[in-house]
């Protein structure tokens, strides 16, 4: 690691709260001290790190390594740094904006620090505080010494305000002063300030999450702060406290959160009987092995109510090396099943939508979309182009030249705006392109020469196929009347490739399937047609 790689670093550690936390001394009751916090802080990390290095769950660390790293790149021993301060206000026009103030153990000079940390020859005076640039770190960040053992850092806006407000009256100074030190590390977050930027995030987030999460876009109403505590001696684990505004509000909060902690364990138990393609007695106890740690574990996170607050503590979960290991071969997996299984989701609702799209489309227009011609009949632009006024894409629809072909001079650039919807969560991201396409084959496609309503699907929409998921190599520029061609050799070629073992369609009448890849070849045809008066068998 070269100087300036840890120069960043170890700015890195500060901001993350990793160097420590509690730059005052605590009250004498034990609770933490107000002091740095100015009034529009929204979160503070606080963490000791000598603390945390001295103990004894910390002696396999290589302590050693750290200390001889920060003396030689940075110029500070680690294990001199008694606490860190992390202090975040309310983003500004220039980004986040962010103060860090470190206390040691015994005196430090400006000119000891490495050059990659400070550039002493850049300072100037504020308010009579020398302040010092620092190289490689965010816009407008500054370096002052408070005292001989005090060293603040961040944006000089909010430096500025740490130092004039040392003490405060804001909500998360009030909530600071109510919090003991756990001695370790801790993190405090203020939700008022930030309800309505939050509530956007975790709505916007919930968009595609299955209905048994919707419940926790009540979360940032319900909240008015929240408290996270770590201590080595509990390993990876800790706990956190979500403070509601009352207890009618922390009583819903419980149940919201139950709510998730049982859909969390009931997805990872659906899971587990997959984990192992073998079958045997070794394989099967493998497998109740799963179930029964995923049951242990989940039950030792099981939410509490302590008046207006829920403790989620995870600090009582001792898992020693070999059973951690244990516990990531069998979870591993497991969490990646239900994360196909939420992008799976996530690609039926694209289909979903898109098909809705076509009904709407049919009910104003009397006919399903095609592709956009010219005068002669050439395709110029793909049919998801004519959908976008159905998709609350009317903007970006008005900016394509109908006239003109999908590789344009004008309407080329438009191809890199491609709706969300149109790209499968689960395969490769390539911009512009997606595997949402219309089979096509004589008597195949809803696409036709002649205008094609609902009525004239003889097979039925429930029976017949509108769109098909193709294989990621089979990717289409989404704005280019290009899809997927049936062949009667190959009758499922470009088929599938995004989730294991099928691929999506969806059908005329709006719903969507999954179909496997085994499916039998006639039957797949029979879906395919729209007037081919077969009998469909259940798939």
Not at 213 to 229: T, Y
Not at 393 to 418: C, G, I, T, V
Not at 433 to 456: E, I, W
Request: net charge negative; hydrophobic share 40%.
């Amino acid at each position: 690691m070269n100087r300036a790689a840890f120069s960043i670093f170890f700015q890195f550690c500060l901001l993350s709260g990793l160097g420590s936390i509690a730059v005052a001394q605590p009250a004498s009751d034990g609770r933490m001290s107000k002091e740095f916090i100015p009034g529009e802080a929204i979160a503070m990390i606080q963490i000791h790190p000598r603390a945390i290095l001295q103990d004894p769950a910390m002696r396999l660390a290589p302590i050693e390594v750290a200390s001889a790293a920060g003396i030689h790149y940075v110029g500070i021993d680690p294990i001199d740094v008694l606490t860190v301060r992390l202090v975040i206000g309310m983003p500004g026009p220039g980004g986040p904006e962010f103060g860090v103030v470190a206390t040691l153990d015994k005196p430090i000079a400006i000119e000891s620090l490495n050059p990659n940390v400070i550039d002493r020859e850049n300072k100037r005076d504020v308010d009579g505080k020398t302040f010092y640039t620092i190289p490689n770190s965010p816009p407008n960040a500054v370096l002052h010494q408070i005292s001989p053992t005090q060293l603040i850092f961040g944006t000089e806006y909010f430096v500025t305000q740490m130092l004039s407000d040392r003490i405060t009256g804001g909500p998360l100074g009030h909530l600071v002063s109510q919090t003991v030190d756990n001695g370790q590390a801790q993190a405090l977050i203020v939700v008022e300030p930030i309800r309505p930027v939050l509530s956007g995030f975790v709505n916007q987030a919930l968009l595609q999450a299955p209905e048994e999460l919707q419940d926790l876009s009540r979360l940032p109403e319900l909240l008015d702060s929240i408290e996270l505590r770590y201590a080595a001696e509990t390993g990876f684990a800790g706990d956190m406290t979500l403070n509601a505004s009352d207890d009618v509000s922390a009583e819903e909060m419980e149940l919201v959160i139950e709510r998730t902690r049982l859909y969390g364990r009931d997805t990872l138990l659906q899971s587990i009987p997959q984990l192992l393609n073998e079958e045997g007695p070794v394989a099967d106890s493998m497998r109740a092995y799963g179930v029964r740690l995923t049951n242990t574990l989940f039950d030792m996170i099981r939410p509490k109510a302590k008046g207006r607050s829920i403790v989620i503590n995870t600090s009582d979960i001792q898992v020693d090396v070999a059973s951690a290991g244990m516990l990531v071969g069998l979870l591993l997996p497991a969490v990646q099943a239900a994360r196909e299984a939420a992008r799976r989701m996530s690609c039926s609702n694209n289909l979903k939508q898109l098909a809705l799209a076509v009904h709407n489309y049919h009910d104003t227009h009397k006919k399903l979309p095609s592709n956009i011609v010219d005068k002669q009949g050439k395709p110029l632009l793909s049919w998801r182009v004519a959908l976008l006024p159905y998709l609350e894409q009317n903007e970006l629809y008005s900016q394509f030249r109908l006239d003109e072909p999908w590789n344009s001079p004008h309407n080329l650039p438009l191809a890199e705006r491609m709706p969300a919807l149109f790209a499968c969560p689960s395969g490769p991201q390539v911009p512009g392109k997606t595997a949402y396409q219309v089979p096509l084959g004589k008597g195949l496609s809803m696409l036709s020469d002649n205008p094609l309503r609902f009525r004239d699907i003889i097979d039925g929409t429930s029976n017949t196929v509108m769109f098909v998921e193709t294989s990621p190599e089979l990717a289409v520029d989404w704005t280019a009347p290009e899809d997927w061609t049936y062949d009667a050799n190959d009758p499922l070629g470009g088929l599938g490739g995004h989730h294991p073992g099928g691929f999506h369609v969806a059908m005329l009448d709006g719903s969507v399937r999954f179909v496997a890849l085994e499916i039998d070849p006639v039957l797949w045809y029979k879906l395919l047609t729209r007037g081919g008066l077969e009998v469909v068998e259940p798939f």
